[in-house]
């Protein structure tokens, strides 16, 4: 084994140093650009570096690449290095002090041209606050406001505040504060820990940069790189006169590096490229089980120097030879081939746990959570999550292995298991098996679509003019969205696009410009919609933004007269219609299309499965983007398994206020005192009931109200005709109050009407609900929605209005999904054949299930169980109250911990959670021991192993290991080179190994990572 200084190339500086850039080529492979940008000397450090990289998917490998580059030379580089991500980190990019460190940029080409906000609204919109400083509350409040920061707290995602009395807690992407006032004064600023409550420290002044402003300029990250910045990858037509700039020149034949061979385990050609390397080279192996080559090569053949390292760096890194030192760095990926790992990507955070919720153990099945609890083991006091079984089992499930538990989310009430019963067995056996069956459909099915080749599309002038007609201008989330699109259009692969974004938060103008991209192009466009009054209004809003421009559209809808459609169909078939806006009238076997090139489905969630995909499979080279506030699971999990891009819109538009919901027993008081608001101030109602037959009734009680008063009626019932000339007469102001079922949830946009009333709110559903508060506040003013109940709710309707009200602040539609979820069951959204298999084994748990099926279809190899370490140890590991005071964090805590895979993160992660570095008292020292724990656990189950055990008398320890399966010989042979005490007894292998001081922690750690194989 070599030291990580042995990794430095002392040549590449000085070559980087005395040449000039635009001699060199850039390669493409991302681990030696990282290793490049580690190398940059001082003297190009004075701006920062910016590296471009080719799509914004390639981001958080590119982050990964460059934190192990960092790390390795930590001891080499001046001052620990900062890297920033494009968009989201730009503000602390731009305000940062960049001398004598290396401060990198992380950009995606297709987010090159985002519009941004000045250096001058960013300056005016900071906020800088002092201890001591005289300024009301009320007054920062306002600048937050200003700054793009939302009341909260919000789940999800940063940028918002939230007051009680005179402390005001303030998050951002990176950091929290606490600030506490004492009248009109500022006496203290806390920089806090979100996830555990604590402080970090106490700061004098503080410096807030503005969150979430619209961009008011045409200014591009083009106007912000000074000629000081070294830019890494950027096309050479973006900045062609900039100096320090390495692109990526293929014919350019002075080239930094070239690649490295891929052996793929052909161990007798890797034996012999090892013999034709001269005295001058050097090969160097980057290896989370360096050991495993020992195996494969003749005794005869010299090693190459080896570095191990973690399991997550060996998963992002590729081999390059770097020609000024000549030397070959190798990884895993060349010696074993591509075996990487296919991760899940988590959408929401990890619900927070609550006794009495349901969970689900990956080995025991669905329980009921009884909390944290203690019990004494070894004389040591130890901390347990209690879960409940049927028959009153219980099951104390030790703290270092909470991430074998989950969140159950399925049924509203599912049975409990045994915990005697082989049932669950037979559970898990039976879902994996539906499971592989469905991976393989979806991965044929979107195999399709990943194999095509189509032509790259290209912009217009006329795209800008169609934009420059939006009245309001992108968010940056919209306008983040807008370019990933964009790329995904101008690729050689169709676009399969879902973007998840609350009502009212733009989707639908990203629609437009797609379409009008498709049509400027040559092809047709496709709009689905769910009901028949959004895709009239969808026709309007087309028509009027598009139809100037010389695009044809046509509708499709039970509102048109049979003629009228096959007049549409007859164009559309011909081309002489370029873009077709329908419901489920679409999917009719009538429908064809001339040259279809973009499929858009808006709010996905209404639609079933057989439905997409039959307009999916017309052809595999369409294009498709998918509109939803509330997804469906079904999406999620697509969303998940990496078939789908996503994107998501959390942004509001600029001044939108979230709904105010009011929760009420039905009294006619309060309808009498909502209707005479939103009259008063010249607005229009939507009065809603659940069926048909609640319409006159409801109609009675409002004209005995207002006799006055202009009511519309609309319901499903009635014919499309007299349902669109009845919305026509709302929109143009004829009418005051609509009166409606719930044909009116989805997609209306009626900026004048911001107070919604809901009668016997209990009978719909929570995706329903909030896709009805959508219906208001589209616009400036101030809105509410009144959720009436006629009758005491049932345990499930008011968990569901309870999830509502969590729901008040703008963007929670995508967690929504999920909570609704769990309320419901999921036979309504997921179909009942996936329906059966989530109630089974709970929504999470399919979810990785389906996962790792997916995995296991595409590398033709099956996936190893994580087995369950049982943990015996002279080792007391906890946090404690003193530590943590609210149990609910210390639950998360435990989960978030539990839940690392890496060891290497495990003491980083920790102190980023409490906030502070960790000492030697009490407190410290048993949190400590639960890293440690972790740790070993970690390292058992890589080496397959079931439990790792120690009996002790006095300072002395006898230690026991257990395998899962029989090793294999070279890995004892390690073991007892390290120690002979090792030896076999029974089916276990035991060691004696002294305690004192903590000696055997780091003795049992390498002897369980000489078993990694």
């Known amino acids: 084994m070599i030291g990580h200084k042995e990794l430095w190339s002392?040549?590449?500086?000085?070559?980087?140093?005395?040449?000039?850039?635009?001699?060199?080529?850039?390669?493409?492979?991302?681990?030696?650009?990282?290793f490049l940008i580690a190398h940059l000397p001082p003297s190009n450090l004075a701006g920062g570096v910016v590296w471009c990289l080719p799509s914004h998917r390639d981001l958080s490998q590119a982050k990964k690449l460059a934190d192990f580059w960092f790390s390795v030379f930590a001891d080499i580089l001046p001052n620990k290095p900062l890297i920033y991500t494009f968009p989201q980190d730009f503000t602390a990019w731009l305000t940062l002090d960049k001398k004598e460190r290396l401060i990198l940029l992380l950009v995606a080409q297709e987010h090159l041209n985002l519009a941004l906000s000045s250096a001058d609204e960013i300056k005016q919109n900071t906020i800088e606050l002092k201890v001591n400083e005289v300024i009301k509350p009320s007054q920062v409040l306002n600048k937050l406001l200003a700054a793009g920061f939302e009341p909260g707290p919000l789940p999800d995602r940063p940028g918002w505040y939230q007051k009680h009395g005179g402390t005001l807690i303030i998050s951002t992407a990176d950091d929290s504060w606490r600030l506490i006032w004492n009248g009109d004064t500022l006496e203290k600023i806390e920089e806090l820990v979100l996830e555990s409550g604590l402080a970090k420290q106490v700061l004098s002044v503080v410096k807030i940069l503005p969150h979430n402003l619209a961009p008011k300029s045409t200014s591009s990250l083009a106007n912000f790189i000074s000629p000081d910045h070294t830019l890494i990858g950027l096309p050479e037509n973006f900045l062609p006169g900039h100096q320090r700039q390495l692109t990526i020149r293929p014919t350019a034949t002075n080239k930094l590096f070239n690649p490295v061979p891929l052996f793929a385990k052909q161990w007798l050609e890797f034996s012999r490229w090892l013999q034709t390397k001269n005295t001058e080279e050097k090969v160097i192996l980057l290896s989370a089980a360096p050991y495993r080559?020992?195996?494969?090569?003749?005794?005869?053949?010299?090693?190459?120097?080896?570095?191990?390292?973690?399991?997550?760096a060996a998963e992002c890194l590729t081999g390059f030879t770097d020609k000024a030192s000549q030397t070959h760095y190798l990884t895993d990926h060349e010696l074993y081939g591509s075996s990487r790992k296919f991760y899940r990507r988590s959408l929401?955070?990890?619900?927070?746990?609550?006794?009495?919720?349901?969970?689900?153990?990956?080995?025991?099945?669905?329980?009921?959570?009884?909390?944290?609890?203690?019990?004494?083991?070894?004389?040591?006091p130890r901390e347990y999550f209690l879960i409940e079984y049927a028959a009153s089992d219980k099951l104390f499930v030790p703290i270092e292995h909470t991430d074998r538990l989950s969140h159950y989310l399925g049924s509203p009430h599912p049975p409990l298991e045994r915990l005697s019963s082989a049932h669950w067995f037979g559970v898990q056996k039976k879902v994996k098996a539906e499971t592989a069956i469905l991976a393989r459909e979806l991965l044929n099915l979107y195999a399709k679509r990943h194999v095509a080749q189509i032509k790259p599309w290209q912009s217009f002038p006329e795209e800008e003019l169609i934009a420059s007609t939006f009245?309001?201008?992108?968010?940056?989330?919209?306008?983040?969205?807008?370019?990933?699109?964009?790329?995904?259009?101008?690729?050689?692969?169709?676009?399969?696009?879902?973007?998840?974004?609350?009502?009212?938060?733009?989707?639908?103008?990203?629609?437009?410009?797609?379409?009008?991209?498709?049509?400027?192009?040559?092809?047709?466009?496709?709009?689905?919609?769910?009901?028949?009054?959004?895709?009239?209004?969808?026709?309007?809003?087309?028509?009027?933004?598009?139809?100037s421009y010389g695009i044809k559209i046509g509708l499709v809808s039970r509102a048109q007269t049979t003629s009228s459609i096959k007049q549409t169909l007859a164009a559309l078939t011909s081309g002489k219609i370029d873009l077709i806006i329908g419901t489920h009238r679409l999917l009719t076997d009538d429908v064809k299309f001339n040259h279809l090139g973009l499929l858009i489905i808006d709010e996905e969630q209404r639609f079933g499965v057989k439905q997409k995909e039959k307009l999916r499979a017309l052809k595999p080279s369409v294009h498709v983007l998918a509109l939803s506030a509330t997804p469906i699971p079904r999406t999620l999990n697509l969303a998940v398994s990496s078939l789908r891009d996503l994107s998501i819109i959390l942004s509001p538009p600029v001044g939108r206020q979230a709904v105010k919901m009011i929760f009420s027993s039905r009294h006619e008081d309060i309808i009498k005192q909502a209707i005479s608001h939103e009259l008063d101030r010249y607005g229009q109602i939507f009065y809603l009931v659940p069926r048909v037959k609640d319409l006159p009734a409801a109609a009675s009680v409002l004209k005995n109200i207002f006799p006055k008063l202009k009511i519309g009626i609309v319901h499903g019932q009635k014919s499309p005709q007299q349902v669109a000339a009845t919305m026509r007469a709302f929109d143009n102001g004829e009418l005051e109050l609509l009166l409606a079922t719930s044909i009116?949830?989805?997609?209306?946009?009626?900026?004048?009407v911001n107070t919604l009333i809901v009668e016997n709110t209990q009978k719909f559903g929570l995706a329903d609900l909030y896709q009805l508060k959508g219906r208001v506040g589209r616009g400036l003013v101030q809105a509410y929605a009144y959720f009436l109940t006629t009758s005491k709710p049932t345990a499930v309707s008011e968990k569901r209005l309870e999830a509502l009200a969590q729901t008040e602040e703008l963007g929670g539609g995508l967690s929504l999904a999920l909570r609704d979820l769990e309320l419901r069951g999921a036979g309504a959204i997921l179909g009942y054949q996936q329906h059966g298999q989530v109630s089974a084994v709970g929504l999470h748990l399919y979810g990785q299930m389906l996962a790792d099926a997916i995995a296991e279809q595409r590398s033709g190899q099956q996936l190893p169980?994580?087995?369950?370490?049982?943990?015996?140890?002279?080792?007391?590991?906890?946090?404690?109250?003193?530590?943590?005071?609210?149990?609910?964090?210390?639950?998360?805590?435990?989960?978030?911990?539990?839940?690392?895979?890496?060891?290497?993160?495990?003491?980083?992660?920790?102190?980023?959670?409490?906030?502070?570095?960790?000492?030697?008292?009490?407190?410290?020292?048993?949190?400590?021991?639960?890293?440690?724990?972790?740790?070993?656990?970690?390292?058992?189950?890589?080496?397959?192993?079931?439990?790792?055990?120690?009996?002790?008398?006095?300072?002395?320890?006898?230690?026991?290991?257990?395998?899962?399966?029989?090793?294999?010989?070279?890995?004892?042979?390690?073991?007892?080179?390290?120690?002979?005490?090792?030896?076999?007894?029974?089916?276990?292998?035991?060691?004696?190994?002294?305690?004192?001081?903590?000696?055997?922690?780091?003795?049992?750690?390498?002897?369980?990572?000489?078993?990694?194989?």
């Open 744 to 752: 009116i949830e989805n997609g209306l946009d009626l900026p004048n």
């Open 10 to 34: 002392a040549k590449l500086p000085d070559k980087l140093k005395n040449s000039l850039f635009s001699q060199l080529s850039l390669p493409t492979n991302l681990t030696a650009q990282a």
């Open 348 to 380: 929401a955070s990890y619900a927070k746990l609550r006794t009495g919720d349901y969970l689900v153990h990956i080995d025991h099945g669905i329980g009921r959570f009884g909390g944290l609890t203690e019990k004494i083991q070894d004389g040591n």
């Open 865 to 1013: 169980n994580i087995p369950e370490v049982r943990l015996t140890l002279p080792l007391e590991g906890r946090i404690l109250p003193e530590l943590v005071p609210a149990e609910e964090a210390r639950i998360n805590l435990y989960q978030r911990l539990a839940s690392i895979r890496e060891p290497s993160e495990l003491l980083s992660t920790a102190q980023e959670l409490i906030g502070r570095p960790l000492n030697e008292d009490k407190t410290d020292r048993l949190f400590k021991n639960l890293l440690t724990l972790l740790e070993i656990k970690l390292l058992a189950e890589v080496a397959r192993l079931q439990e790792v055990t120690c009996w002790h008398q006095e300072q002395q320890g006898k230690f026991s290991i257990r395998f899962l399966e029989t090793p294999a010989p070279e890995l004892i042979e390690r073991l007892t080179e390290f120690d002979d005490n090792w030896h076999k007894v029974e089916s276990t292998w035991q060691a004696e190994h002294p305690l004192a001081a903590g000696a055997w922690i780091p003795w049992l750690k390498q002897s369980l990572k000489l078993l990694q194989n």
């Open 471 to 547: 009245a309001y201008p992108l968010t940056p989330d919209q306008l983040k969205t807008w370019a990933e699109i964009g790329a995904d259009l101008s690729g050689h692969q169709p676009m399969d696009r879902l973007i998840c974004g609350d009502v009212g938060f733009g989707k639908t103008e990203l629609a437009i410009r797609a379409s009008a991209r498709a049509v400027f192009n040559g092809c047709q466009v496709a709009v689905l919609a769910p009901t028949t009054i959004l895709a009239q209004q969808h026709f309007d809003t087309f028509s009027a933004r598009l139809s």
């Open 293 to 312: 080559l020992l195996k494969n090569l003749p005794a005869d053949i010299p090693l190459p120097a080896m570095v191990e390292i973690t399991a997550g």
